[in-house]
């Protein structure tokens, strides 16, 4: 990896609203995970390194109950994750069958996972509830993953939401739903993130006191002046 | 009918995740109503009869004002409803006109229906949720039906949500949505869906305490030994 | 405006789904803006003229951060917005980028505007929550407008949700989310909404005292005198 | 019916653009069938009373090969058609399985009906062209129709793209597509439609010798009287 | 304008696959127009300044049979369009409305405009081909424009296929589709064109003959050397 | 491989609507690669072994003009194609952007590809069909697969049009589409599949001699009996 877990913890102070622009600035408008949204309310933002899976379309020869046994199952994925990862899963944006219940949740809890986004679905929502597993998804189906998933592996490039993501690229999603971080642009998004944070509160406050917005957001020289004459030890 | 009301009792014990996996072990994947979800947040599980109801795109010399005093109305089909029936409208996913609003739900609840199921929406969803009358559906819209769809007819096969629906199939709504049960599969479903229920239950506290998925879940020989040792009177 | 702001109060006792059926009743169909729905929970009705502004899809070469600061910008066209009015923001249904944050938000609750809708999301939903400022979307994202929108002007004809809405139509968005009332049928929906209101609160009673509904509602010559006998004063 | 196997004879020569106009001024907006264009080039304009089919979703317990032999089965609605009908099969939009091949649209030319309107698809689409029966289709899919749908009944009212068919409705289609017109509606399009026609191609005349299109499409008083004035014994 | 009608003539001879790669290298990758592709067959390539044209949704008020003959309808805007141009109609991916027929399409030929591009679809669809104007849309739909769509204005910004088109931009258009280059880099598109369509057809020849891809497409040092070799002059 | 390319040939007479019947009977609903179409007229039936492709969505910093002499890139994985295997393109549906152009077919044709399947589209239509590779593909675009795609790799399980696809199933496409053989199945198919074209035929011929549809379509026992009759040998 070329960033340690505590350059992560840095990301944590850092919205994916103040991410997604920082990205911008460096060109990449197609980081931002579509459909994805928290399932419970008051989840806290997550950052982490991308541990990716993969789902194909059903076939009813491949996506049965008894595959779920498997040595390629989505149980033998979930035991191989690192503690402080985040799941990225693929389900293609499928809705009629969920990645996912609750007792799978509660093992990717136990075992420090850090959170779920996935395109797709998950079951038995009120159990997945229960275990306080931070997840980020479409919405619920009752009906499993064989309903209407073939999973074919991890730890490998994959879609979610539209968006190209590789196994150690990191994730951070919060309230607004999830972004993906290359893992070469982790550097600058955490230089430019925080100051990035606190030109905003400080235009929050602008505004508050009834500054209209040309030439404060974005800010002119002049408002940048004004802002840096407020920042301590300037 | 091929059941019996007490029969349905005994499957409010059993959740849509249950339920959809054994009727995929009969072969069936196809029985997940998409796109429809509880409108009030801790309703209960309903379990009945489907009562259904069918529309057609609104056209523009029948879908009128005025139709809705006709022999043929959706209050019409409203007062031939039985108490204990679980009402499925086919409204062909429609999003921008109301299947029903507050005064219509006032009058299911107070026939004894169960409960909606549309893969449409419903309007003035403040009156609807006011009559505390449990509905699953895509959402709301203030357009009377009307404006949208055109009525034809109840008791009927119908679509909803993608999955056929015939007058007497059974249908279970909790949080995760809704799944129709064909009536000659309620038996199997009866006999397999809280055996099911308890063994999840049990693999669930093995999780709690850290077992690993693999070998239980689904469980192998020894997990199911070991589960079968925990239960009273085996 | 061939309305008066005193006429606009009126409305704010009168639902969108009996607007809706006004409306119907005048040959309008296509009055409802899909797919838009209130951002939190508990926002009152709100009322006023429109205030468009129009979104074409991002072209690399035109939406740039730089093209924040223009004289043509989303800032410009706040600032220039009246007290009172609802802003509607053409977003052609886009979902990957929002449209405004919190900032914005809060500079048009500072200016007196009455709310938002739009068929796009807004970004940074927690800080948009915290400046109180009423919002009808289709949900959220963090990237900013520029990601994936061109901003190309204000008070120009636009589409919201699929449906046509000019400067100086009247928006009303409550809990089932918002319609379009044309200039020139102001005055009627005022005349029928309140009498219409006040039929269906009484129709409400009469089926909560177990009375069917054909005959009711719509109600036949009988229930109407029936009615009739309750209204104060007639 | 309201009308007669002769007065059909007359809309063959009414263009189904001509035939949606004359609807709209009679405000019928909601006539076209979308998504429905003939499969062969060169196929003339058929017209006919409306024979309706129905489809839902397939349901495995259902929809097999087996059901295809019972006495309620695709066969069986074929061998109910009347000659000069106009076949028109509600597939719910469904683009993944053909409602009928080259054996069946075989037997419907033998049989004497006019022709095949779908929302849905056809399969071994050679085949099918090599019987030269006319159909208007979406497309082509080779699996069964059970793959993905079950058949439930026919001259039930049905939707075929989006727009509601009754029985006896009568079906226009040409190179643009199908239409339908209300069975009550007939006499208006018929007197109509020739008129409107003849205005039409004596326009184009007009638009081909130069004349600028303002006051000429639509005509004014003076392209009017222009236009009467070529009408032989006016 | 910032270019010159022969400048346009160099265009001619590239192709959209061609300039679609020369604008992606100089950062633009939403420069293709989705959904339009040619009516007729053998339509040759046309290239012009775009014109453009907006509709919104149709509002029953407003886009009414009569609205045809006002001084804001696209007779008016069709009266307005240079010769050359290219109109590039904005109908929101409307697909059940024509925004043509054959009577306007034969009149923007007399006004000797090159070409019509849109995101819709166009009516009588046997009566435009007759006139032989060259067509780029999404199919073919009987009803006028009124029944779906409210005409709005023109020479305005638009969007078309989900790209933002202003007026003045260039149009190419051939059996491909649609591209438009922003007035701005016309010239850089023309001085790349040419060069790459020649490198393109030189490696052409050298796959005929068998040489592998790799190092031969993109071209390495070595390939761009031989090619070199190639060319007259050089 | 568990077959041989003989007995791949004898598929070359078997329909893709007789497999899919024959899948179905299987159990196999969902091998149909939903919106695929032949590119030219009178492209032949194909058949062979899946050589399968993957994209992801593109990502500014992964899909540049440089990736394109990667050795990674799409390039190198037609480098790598045996003779008289079929591609098997994942382009997730993607209309935008196309995979190929008539370069690359070209060398697909030199090195003796059977054919391309894609849910996506190619670039420059008439060079493409200038090569007179086969293709079914969704249409066509100009920008090249950078503009919208990102390349991931080759012969690993892909989706294609809703359909789970390996290495080294078998696809067989024709005018109705593609469809996907699972490898274990292939004898089946083939045991079966001649025999059904066979009775199919039979059948056909009986309508058109004027024998009614029930009984004959499917078979009953009496009509097995005559069709034996007809079969030399038997």
């Known amino acids: 990896m070329t960033y340690l877990q505590n350059d992560l913890a840095q990301l944590a102070t850092v919205s994916t609203a103040t991410i997604t622009m920082v990205l911008l600035k460096h060109g990449l408008r197609n980081v931002w995970l579509r459909g994805t949204r928290p399932l419970g309310t008051g989840q806290h933002r997550i950052v982490g390194p991308a541990f990716t899976m993969r789902f194909l379309p059903a076939r009813e020869d491949l996506a049965t109950p008894a595959s779920l046994a498997s040595g390629r199952s989505t149980r033998a994925a979930i035991e191989d994750m690192p503690a402080g990862s985040v799941v990225v899963v693929d389900a293609m944006g499928t809705t ?9 949740c509660a093992r990717m809890k136990a075992r420090g996972v850090a959170g779920l986004v996935t395109d797709g679905v998950v079951r038995d929502v009120s159990g997945v509830l229960g275990t306080r597993f931070p997840v980020w998804c479409q919405g619920t189906a009752a009906p499993p993953s064989v309903a209407g998933l073939t999973f074919v592996g991890w730890q490998e490039p994959v879609a979610c939401g539209g ?26 998004v955490i230089a430019a993130g925080a100051d990035q944070e606190r ?20 800010p002119n020289a002049d408002a940048l002046a004004r802002y840096a004459a407020t920042k301590p030890g300037i």
Chains 1, 2, 3, 4, 5, 6 share one sequence.
């Open 96 to 104: 009629d069958a969920g990645v996912f219940g609750d007792i799978l």
């Open 199 to 218: 030109l905003e509160a400080w235009i929050m406050t602008e505004v508050e006191r009834g500054v209209p917005l040309l030439g404060l957001y974005p």
């Open 163 to 188: 968006v190209a993501v590789f196994p150690d690229d990191v994730i951070v999603a919060d309230d607004d739903g999830a972004v993906v971080i290359p893992k070469a642009l982790i550097g600058q």
